[in-house]
Protein backbone atom coordinates (compact mmCIF):
# COMPACT_ATOMS: atom_id res chain seq x y z
CA UNK A 1 0.00 0.00 0.00
CA UNK A 2 0.92 3.40 -1.07
CA UNK A 3 0.02 5.37 2.33
CA UNK A 4 -0.96 9.15 1.25
CA UNK A 5 -3.24 9.59 3.98
CA UNK A 6 -1.33 11.90 5.51
CA UNK A 7 2.47 13.30 6.73
CA UNK A 8 1.68 11.73 10.39
CA UNK A 9 1.75 7.99 9.30
CA UNK A 10 5.73 7.91 8.95
CA UNK A 11 7.90 5.97 11.05
CA UNK A 12 11.26 6.47 12.05
CA UNK A 13 13.88 5.78 9.92
CA UNK A 14 16.87 3.88 11.21
CA UNK A 15 19.40 7.22 11.63
CA UNK A 16 16.50 8.43 13.78
CA UNK A 17 15.81 5.26 15.76
CA UNK A 18 19.74 5.46 16.70
CA UNK A 19 19.53 8.33 17.55
CA UNK A 20 16.41 7.68 19.92
CA UNK A 21 18.42 5.14 21.41
CA UNK A 22 21.97 6.83 22.39
CA UNK A 23 20.21 9.35 23.44
CA UNK A 24 21.62 11.09 27.23
CA UNK A 25 18.10 11.14 29.22
CA UNK A 26 16.76 12.68 32.73
CA UNK A 27 13.66 14.13 34.34
CA UNK A 28 12.58 16.68 32.02
CA UNK A 29 9.40 17.58 35.07
CA UNK A 30 12.74 18.20 36.69
CA UNK A 31 14.37 20.53 33.90
CA UNK A 32 17.42 17.51 33.98
CA UNK A 33 16.93 15.75 30.24
CA UNK A 34 19.69 17.11 28.12
CA UNK A 35 18.08 15.91 25.29
CA UNK A 36 15.04 17.87 25.94
CA UNK A 37 17.02 20.91 26.52
CA UNK A 38 19.36 20.55 24.01
CA UNK A 39 15.80 20.82 21.79
CA UNK A 40 13.89 23.57 22.86
CA UNK A 41 17.26 26.35 22.80
CA UNK A 42 17.91 24.96 19.42
CA UNK A 43 14.11 25.58 18.34
CA UNK A 44 13.97 28.54 19.89
CA UNK A 45 16.98 30.00 18.74
CA UNK A 46 16.09 28.60 14.95
CA UNK A 47 13.06 30.65 15.01
CA UNK A 48 14.53 33.73 16.80
CA UNK A 49 12.40 33.20 19.95
CA UNK A 50 13.64 32.91 23.83
CA UNK A 51 12.46 30.09 24.92
CA UNK A 52 10.61 26.87 24.09
CA UNK A 53 8.62 23.66 25.60
CA UNK A 54 8.45 20.25 24.63
CA UNK A 55 4.76 19.35 24.17
CA UNK A 56 3.35 15.51 23.39
CA UNK A 57 1.29 16.93 20.64
CA UNK A 58 0.70 20.51 18.40
CA UNK A 59 -2.71 20.33 19.97
CA UNK A 60 -1.22 20.54 23.45
CA UNK A 61 0.69 22.79 22.07
CA UNK A 62 -2.24 25.35 20.35
CA UNK A 63 -3.89 25.23 23.75
CA UNK A 64 -1.28 25.86 26.33
CA UNK A 65 -0.86 29.00 24.21
CA UNK A 66 -4.52 30.29 24.20
CA UNK A 67 -4.58 29.21 28.06
CA UNK A 68 -0.74 31.60 28.43
CA UNK A 69 -2.01 34.33 26.67
CA UNK A 70 -5.84 34.48 27.27
CA UNK A 71 -8.03 34.08 30.43
CA UNK A 72 -11.82 32.74 31.16
CA UNK A 73 -14.29 35.13 28.97
CA UNK A 74 -11.68 35.96 26.25
CA UNK A 75 -11.69 35.40 22.75
CA UNK A 76 -9.35 34.33 19.72
CA UNK A 77 -10.17 35.30 16.18
CA UNK A 78 -9.10 32.30 13.92
CA UNK A 79 -9.74 31.13 10.45
CA UNK A 80 -12.82 29.05 9.99
CA UNK A 81 -11.74 26.10 9.05
CA UNK A 82 -7.97 26.25 11.27
CA UNK A 83 -7.30 23.57 13.17
CA UNK A 84 -7.42 25.35 16.20
CA UNK A 85 -10.97 25.58 15.72
CA UNK A 86 -11.85 22.71 13.59
CA UNK A 87 -10.18 20.19 14.87
CA UNK A 88 -9.02 20.44 18.50
CA UNK A 89 -12.28 19.10 20.51
CA UNK A 90 -12.90 22.63 21.57
CA UNK A 91 -10.11 22.66 23.54
CA UNK A 92 -10.12 26.90 24.09
CA UNK A 93 -13.69 26.58 25.58
CA UNK A 94 -13.02 23.16 27.65
CA UNK A 95 -9.29 24.17 28.84
CA UNK A 96 -9.53 27.61 29.28
CA UNK A 97 -12.79 29.28 29.15
CA UNK A 98 -11.67 31.28 26.24
CA UNK A 99 -14.35 31.90 22.96
CA UNK A 100 -13.45 31.11 19.58
CA UNK A 101 -14.83 33.69 16.60
CA UNK A 102 -13.76 31.79 13.23
CA UNK A 103 -13.76 34.31 10.62
CA UNK A 104 -14.10 33.43 6.69
CA UNK A 105 -10.61 33.26 5.18
CA UNK A 106 -9.52 32.44 1.33
CA UNK A 107 -7.84 28.76 1.27
CA UNK A 108 -7.59 29.34 4.98
CA UNK A 109 -5.68 32.60 4.58
CA UNK A 110 -7.12 35.71 6.75
CA UNK A 111 -6.12 39.42 6.00
CA UNK A 112 -6.33 42.47 7.80
CA UNK A 113 -9.54 43.36 5.99
CA UNK A 114 -11.14 40.06 7.56
CA UNK A 115 -10.20 41.25 10.99
CA UNK A 116 -10.50 44.93 11.69
CA UNK A 117 -13.79 44.90 12.41
CA UNK A 118 -13.98 41.63 14.68
CA UNK A 119 -12.29 43.67 17.53
CA UNK A 120 -15.10 43.74 20.38
CA UNK A 121 -16.11 46.90 22.63
CA UNK A 122 -15.27 47.17 25.93
CA UNK A 123 -18.46 46.47 26.73
CA UNK A 124 -19.65 44.49 29.79
CA UNK A 125 -21.84 42.62 27.53
CA UNK A 126 -18.99 41.16 25.33
CA UNK A 127 -15.94 38.91 25.20
CA UNK A 128 -12.44 40.16 25.09
CA UNK A 129 -10.63 39.83 22.21
CA UNK A 130 -7.21 39.23 23.25
CA UNK A 131 -5.55 36.77 20.44
CA UNK A 132 -5.11 36.22 16.80
CA UNK A 133 -4.05 32.61 15.68
CA UNK A 134 -2.76 32.05 12.28
CA UNK A 135 -1.99 28.62 10.55
CA UNK A 136 0.91 28.26 7.83
CA UNK A 137 1.12 26.30 5.79
CA UNK A 138 -2.51 26.33 6.45
CA UNK A 139 -3.84 22.62 5.89
CA UNK A 140 -7.68 22.38 5.26
CA UNK A 141 -6.90 25.39 3.25
CA UNK A 142 -4.49 23.28 1.09
CA UNK A 143 -1.49 23.40 2.15
CA UNK A 144 -1.63 27.05 1.48
CA UNK A 145 1.53 29.42 2.18
CA UNK A 146 0.97 32.93 3.39
CA UNK A 147 3.52 34.92 2.14
CA UNK A 148 5.54 36.34 5.15
CA UNK A 149 4.43 40.05 3.95
CA UNK A 150 1.04 39.32 4.14
CA UNK A 151 1.71 37.86 7.42
CA UNK A 152 3.50 40.91 8.64
CA UNK A 153 0.49 42.85 8.00
CA UNK A 154 -1.67 40.37 10.20
CA UNK A 155 0.69 40.61 13.63
CA UNK A 156 1.44 44.31 12.79
CA UNK A 157 -2.32 44.92 12.96
CA UNK A 158 -2.50 42.68 15.71
CA UNK A 159 0.06 44.27 17.75
CA UNK A 160 -1.09 47.60 17.43
CA UNK A 161 -4.34 46.88 18.70
CA UNK A 162 -3.13 45.19 21.77
CA UNK A 163 -3.60 41.69 20.69
CA UNK A 164 -1.77 39.10 21.31
CA UNK A 165 -0.48 36.63 18.25
CA UNK A 166 0.46 32.92 17.80
CA UNK A 167 1.12 31.10 14.96
CA UNK A 168 -0.01 27.08 14.46
CA UNK A 169 3.07 26.27 12.81
CA UNK A 170 2.77 22.73 12.96
CA UNK A 171 3.65 22.89 9.20
CA UNK A 172 5.56 25.88 9.74
CA UNK A 173 8.90 24.11 8.08
CA UNK A 174 6.72 23.48 4.64
CA UNK A 175 6.50 27.39 4.87
CA UNK A 176 10.31 27.69 5.10
CA UNK A 177 10.87 25.38 2.34
CA UNK A 178 8.35 26.71 -0.31
CA UNK A 179 9.25 30.08 0.27
CA UNK A 180 12.78 30.36 1.46
CA UNK A 181 11.56 32.86 4.19
CA UNK A 182 14.10 31.94 7.19
CA UNK A 183 12.38 30.60 10.43
CA UNK A 184 13.37 33.15 12.50
CA UNK A 185 11.74 35.67 10.22
CA UNK A 186 8.69 33.75 11.07
CA UNK A 187 9.18 33.65 14.23
CA UNK A 188 9.86 37.28 14.80
CA UNK A 189 6.44 38.18 13.71
CA UNK A 190 4.36 36.05 16.59
CA UNK A 191 4.38 36.71 20.25
CA UNK A 192 4.49 32.57 20.42
CA UNK A 193 4.79 29.64 17.82
CA UNK A 194 3.53 26.24 18.28
CA UNK A 195 5.70 23.55 15.98
CA UNK A 196 5.48 20.02 15.04
CA UNK A 197 8.32 17.63 15.07
CA UNK A 198 5.77 14.65 13.93
CA UNK A 199 4.38 16.08 10.79
CA UNK A 200 6.74 16.40 7.69
CA UNK A 201 9.64 16.45 9.68
CA UNK A 202 8.82 12.18 10.42
CA UNK A 203 9.31 12.72 14.50
CA UNK A 204 7.34 9.75 16.11
CA UNK A 205 6.10 12.27 19.21
CA UNK A 206 6.73 15.83 20.05
CA UNK A 207 6.00 19.71 19.23
CA UNK A 208 7.40 22.55 20.96
CA UNK A 209 6.17 26.11 21.79
CA UNK A 210 8.17 29.03 21.50
CA UNK A 211 7.93 32.63 22.97
CA UNK A 212 9.14 34.97 25.30
CA UNK A 213 10.92 33.60 28.79
CA UNK A 214 7.99 34.34 30.80
CA UNK A 215 4.99 33.23 28.53
CA UNK A 216 6.67 30.01 28.27
CA UNK A 217 7.44 29.95 32.28
CA UNK A 218 3.88 30.26 32.67
CA UNK A 219 3.03 27.63 29.92
CA UNK A 220 5.51 25.28 31.58
CA UNK A 221 3.25 25.34 34.76
CA UNK A 222 -0.14 24.74 32.11
CA UNK A 223 1.65 21.98 30.17
CA UNK A 224 1.47 20.33 33.72
CA UNK A 225 -1.85 20.90 34.32
CA UNK A 226 -2.99 19.63 31.05
CA UNK A 227 -0.97 16.27 31.92
CA UNK A 228 2.38 17.12 29.13
CA UNK A 229 5.12 16.53 31.82
CA UNK A 230 7.00 14.02 30.78
CA UNK A 231 9.85 12.09 32.31
CA UNK A 232 12.89 10.94 30.19
CA UNK A 233 11.07 12.58 27.06
CA UNK A 234 15.05 12.74 25.86
CA UNK A 235 14.11 9.44 23.80
CA UNK A 236 11.74 11.29 22.03
CA UNK A 237 13.46 15.02 21.73
CA UNK A 238 16.21 12.84 20.39
CA UNK A 239 14.09 11.98 17.37
CA UNK A 240 13.25 15.53 17.08
CA UNK A 241 17.00 16.75 16.96
CA UNK A 242 17.57 14.16 14.30
CA UNK A 243 14.51 15.70 12.12
CA UNK A 244 16.25 19.27 12.68
CA UNK A 245 19.30 18.11 11.24
CA UNK A 246 18.17 15.35 8.16
CA UNK A 247 14.87 16.32 7.77
CA UNK A 248 13.72 19.86 7.21
CA UNK A 249 15.55 20.78 3.73
CA UNK A 250 13.89 17.36 1.97
CA UNK A 251 10.35 18.62 2.33
CA UNK A 252 11.05 19.98 -1.11
CA UNK A 253 10.96 16.65 -2.21
CA UNK A 254 7.67 16.48 -0.57
CA UNK A 255 6.26 19.03 -2.02
CA UNK A 256 7.50 18.16 -5.79
CA UNK A 257 5.49 14.88 -4.90
CA UNK A 258 2.74 16.38 -4.13
CA UNK A 259 2.78 18.33 -7.56
CA UNK A 260 3.22 15.00 -9.67
CA UNK A 261 -0.12 13.56 -7.66
CA UNK A 262 -1.95 16.81 -8.16
CA UNK A 263 -0.99 16.23 -11.90
CA UNK A 264 -3.03 13.47 -12.07
CA UNK A 265 -5.96 14.64 -9.81
CA UNK A 266 -6.25 17.74 -12.61
CA UNK A 267 -5.80 15.41 -15.38
CA UNK A 268 -9.12 13.13 -13.85
CA UNK A 269 -12.56 14.20 -15.35
CA UNK A 270 -14.72 15.26 -12.15
CA UNK A 271 -11.91 15.10 -9.75
CA UNK A 272 -11.31 19.00 -9.21
CA UNK A 273 -8.11 20.09 -6.55
CA UNK A 274 -9.53 22.78 -4.14
CA UNK A 275 -7.50 24.91 -4.32
CA UNK A 276 -6.29 24.30 -7.58
CA UNK A 277 -2.32 25.14 -7.15
CA UNK A 278 -0.29 22.76 -4.77
CA UNK A 279 1.78 24.85 -3.12
CA UNK A 280 3.33 22.58 -0.64
CA UNK A 281 3.04 18.52 0.51
CA UNK A 282 -0.84 18.55 0.91
CA UNK A 283 -3.06 17.55 -2.23
CA UNK A 284 -6.96 18.37 -1.31
CA UNK A 285 -9.47 17.35 -4.20
CA UNK A 286 -13.31 17.40 -4.52
CA UNK A 287 -15.08 14.59 -6.37
CA UNK A 288 -18.33 15.34 -7.96
CA UNK A 289 -21.27 13.14 -8.56
CA UNK A 290 -19.63 10.89 -11.36
CA UNK A 291 -17.41 9.17 -8.76
CA UNK A 292 -20.06 8.97 -5.96
CA UNK A 293 -18.75 9.37 -2.81
CA UNK A 294 -15.67 10.55 -1.48
CA UNK A 295 -15.36 7.03 0.69
CA UNK A 296 -16.23 5.43 -3.09
CA UNK A 297 -13.27 6.88 -4.29
CA UNK A 298 -10.81 6.23 -1.38
CA UNK A 299 -11.92 2.86 -1.72
CA UNK A 300 -11.58 2.43 -5.80
CA UNK A 301 -8.06 4.00 -4.54
CA UNK A 302 -7.41 1.38 -2.40
CA UNK A 303 -8.25 -1.45 -4.44
CA UNK A 304 -5.32 -0.19 -6.45
CA UNK A 305 -2.62 0.25 -3.70
CA UNK A 306 -3.44 3.65 -2.74
CA UNK A 307 -4.59 4.83 0.60
CA UNK A 308 -5.99 8.88 0.55
CA UNK A 309 -8.00 10.14 3.18
CA UNK A 310 -12.33 10.83 2.95
CA UNK A 311 -12.45 14.29 5.04
CA UNK A 312 -15.68 15.16 3.89
CA UNK A 313 -18.62 13.48 1.59
CA UNK A 314 -16.91 14.44 -1.47
CA UNK A 315 -13.35 15.78 0.13
CA UNK A 316 -10.17 14.42 -0.13
CA UNK A 317 -6.57 14.67 0.83
CA UNK A 318 -3.39 13.02 -0.54
CA UNK A 319 0.12 13.99 1.22
CA UNK A 320 3.36 13.63 -0.09
CA UNK A 321 6.06 12.33 2.94
CA UNK A 322 9.14 10.56 4.26
CA UNK A 323 7.67 7.64 3.89
CA UNK A 324 6.60 8.00 0.50
CA UNK A 325 9.55 7.79 -2.74
CA UNK A 326 9.17 9.54 -5.87
CA UNK A 327 8.28 5.87 -7.71
CA UNK A 328 5.91 5.30 -5.32
CA UNK A 329 4.28 8.87 -6.11
CA UNK A 330 4.55 8.31 -9.31
CA UNK A 331 2.74 5.02 -9.04
CA UNK A 332 -0.12 6.30 -6.89
CA UNK A 333 -0.46 9.23 -10.23
CA UNK A 334 -0.93 6.15 -12.27
CA UNK A 335 -3.53 5.01 -10.33
CA UNK A 336 -5.23 8.50 -9.89
CA UNK A 337 -5.12 8.81 -13.41
CA UNK A 338 -6.64 5.36 -14.65
CA UNK A 339 -9.69 6.34 -11.60
CA UNK A 340 -12.62 5.33 -13.54
CA UNK A 341 -16.01 7.24 -13.13
CA UNK A 342 -18.23 4.72 -10.25
C1 LIG B 1 -1.70 18.12 13.06
C2 LIG B 1 -1.92 19.55 13.30
C3 LIG B 1 -1.95 20.09 14.60
C4 LIG B 1 -1.94 19.26 15.85
O1 LIG B 1 -1.13 18.22 15.91
P1 LIG B 1 -1.32 16.93 16.82
O2 LIG B 1 0.08 16.63 17.15
O3 LIG B 1 -1.98 15.92 15.95
O4 LIG B 1 -2.12 17.28 18.02
C5 LIG B 1 -2.10 21.44 14.74
N1 LIG B 1 -2.23 22.24 13.68
C6 LIG B 1 -2.21 21.79 12.43
C7 LIG B 1 -2.34 22.75 11.29
C8 LIG B 1 -2.06 20.43 12.18
O5 LIG B 1 -2.08 19.98 10.93
New binding site residues.
Given amino acids: MIDLRSD?VTRPTPGMLAAMTAAAVGDDVFGEDPTVNELERRTAALFGQEAALFVP????S?QVAVRVHCRAQDEVLLEAT???YL??AGGPAALSGVTCRPVDGRNGLLGVADLADKIRPDDPHCVRTRLVCL?NT??RGGGTVQSADAVGAVTGWARRHGLATHL?G??VWNAVVATGVPADRWGAMFDTV?V?F??GLGAPVG?ALLGPRDLIAHGRRVRKLFGGGMRQAGFLAAACLYALDHHVARLAEDHANARLIAAAVRDVPGLALTPPEVETNLVWFTADARHGSARDVADRLRAGGVLVAALGPNVLRAVAHLDVTREQCAKAAEVIRNLAPV
Avoid at 57 to 60: K, P, Y
Fill in positions: TSGTMNSHVWEEHNDARSCSKS
